[in-house]
């Protein structure tokens, strides 16, 4: 059923944006209001997993694929309990899914669990909208129809950094995931079989997805997931093998206990960070982050590794990214000769080199992974104490499985590998 040809039977949606934008199309979700920040998502598939990321809380998603919904939803492919987003708008939405796991509609799902959706947009146009205003306030409606009415409320409303949005994802109690093979005795202890080794790993919930936490237990992890605002010493006691600092929504300085806790925790215990947890240790190293144009959301975004010079298709989702120069003067014996920062880092990408920074907290800091669109960092190595970060999603909930082996690098961090990041992504292999 092509749901455009009977929108006419569904309520009047509107959706307004603070640069005085205003579109015109009908409810496919709740009805009611959302305001929140608009940014667009590229993936051709993997909706459910994009609308239950914790990371879009304070968010309302369109999509650049034209019809959404087409497979339906199951519980399997669900990245938290709950949706933290505002709000969803699309082109076209499919009410009548057809896949064999299907176990309902995405319009019921969203109306089930109160996020106002919208559909009868030109998404691609909308998104081109984004592109060149930036990533701004914006709001969606069933009630409020008059385009002046909804745009100006929507210029009166709070900024996504004005508040912690961490604190309203992360979970309220510790709780504890087996890695695959059974809890062992003694971190970094061999399995029976003489496998692969286990260790203890607490993680910092800061909207940590599902499948974050699944990759975890799959490299023979014993995970023990605790709140975003639990301190270094209260982690330490735990008596992991390592720390990792997880994915979440919003402006990182918007919690800057977070960042002290990595501060804290760097060099005591081997690190590893994605997304916000990238953006934190950057804090915690005396660097900057910045708010991107209108970020990095979508499955098909390339990255070269630096370290082995392949290109990774990755899956991202933040507006936030750190900023390298921010970090310390390069040093040039270990940057090809450069002493001057590029604000382009796909000088490195194209010279196939890795450069290395001097900070004043800790030491030599390497660039290892840069996007290939705009040139902005997506991981950072800590040369002088063991941790590294990337600012995208390796776990691939939904997405490619080309950065996997990120798991496996924090295994071998942990296990004291020196060369534990230089994994080519192809052959799977330490070069």
């Known amino acids: 059923m092509n749901l455009l040809a009977g929108a006419d039977r569904l309520p009047k949606a509107l959706l307004a944006l603070e640069d005085g934008t205003a579109l015109e199309g009908s409810c496919c979700g709740a009805q009611g209001e959302a305001f929140g920040e608009m940014v667009f998502n590229t993936s051709m598939t993997g909706y459910q997993e994009i609308v239950s990321d914790p990371s879009y809380a304070g968010q309302i ?5 034209p019809q959404i919904g087409n497979y339906g939803v199951n519980a399997h492919d669900m ?17 009548t899914p057809s896949n064999w796991q299907s176990a309902g509609s995405l319009p019921d799902f969203l109306r089930e669990r109160g996020v106002v959706a919208m559909q009868g947009v030109d998404t691609r146009a909308l998104t081109l909208r984004i ?10 409606s069933t009630e409020d129809l008059d385009p002046q009415s909804l745009v100006a409320r929507v210029r009166e409303s709070e900024s996504i950094s004005a508040r912690n949005l961490v604190a309203d994802v992360s979970t309220k109690e510790r709780y504890e995931v087996v890695g695959e093979g059974g809890p062992l005795a003694g971190g970094g202890a061999s399995s ?9 790993v607490v993680a910092l919930d800061f909207g940590e997805k599902r499948g974050i936490v699944e990759r975890l237990a799959a490299a023979g992890c014993d995970v023990t997931v605790v709140p975003w605002d639990t301190p270094a010493a209260d982690v330490l006691a735990l008596g992991p093998d390592g720390v990792f600092f997880s994915n979440g929504p919003g402006d990182p300085k918007s919690v800057p206990e977070a960042a002290e806790t990595a501060r804290e925790l760097l060099g005591r215990i081997p690190i590893f960070g994605i997304c916000l947890g990238n953006q934190l240790l950057t804090l915690a190293a005396g660097g ?10 979508g499955g098909n975004e390339p990255v070269m590794n630096l370290l082995t010079t392949k290109v990774e298709i990755t899956a991202q989702n933040h507006n936030y990214g750190p900023v390298f120069s921010s970090l310390g003067p390069l040093v040039p014996e270990l940057s090809g000769g450069v002493s001057d920062h590029a604000r382009d880092l796909r000088l490195w990408s194209s010279r196939h080199i890795a450069p290395v920074v001097r900070s004043k907290r800790f030491g030599r800091i390497r660039l290892t992974h840069v996007n290939l669109n705009d040139g902005t960092p997506e991981g950072l190595q800590f040369l002088d104490v063991p941790a590294f970060s990337m600012q995208y999603h390796p776990e691939a909930k939904p997405g490619p499985n080309d950065s996997s082996y990120a798991f496996d690098a924090f295994c071998r961090l942990m296990g004291g590998c020196k060369d534990y990041l230089a994994i080519d992504v192809r052959e799977r292999r330490a070069r």
């Open 61 to 65: 998603v369109t999509f650049t694929y």
């Open 192 to 200: 029976a079989d003489g496998g692969r080794p286990h260790v203890h």
């Open 288 to 297: 900057q982050v910045e708010k991107l144009p209108y970020g990095h959301h």
């Open 79 to 95: 990245q938290a309990a709950s949706l933290a987003l505002r709000g969803v708008v699309v082109h076209d939405m499919c009410f």
């Open 131 to 140: 592109r060149e205003g930036g990533a701004m306030r914006a709001a969606l």
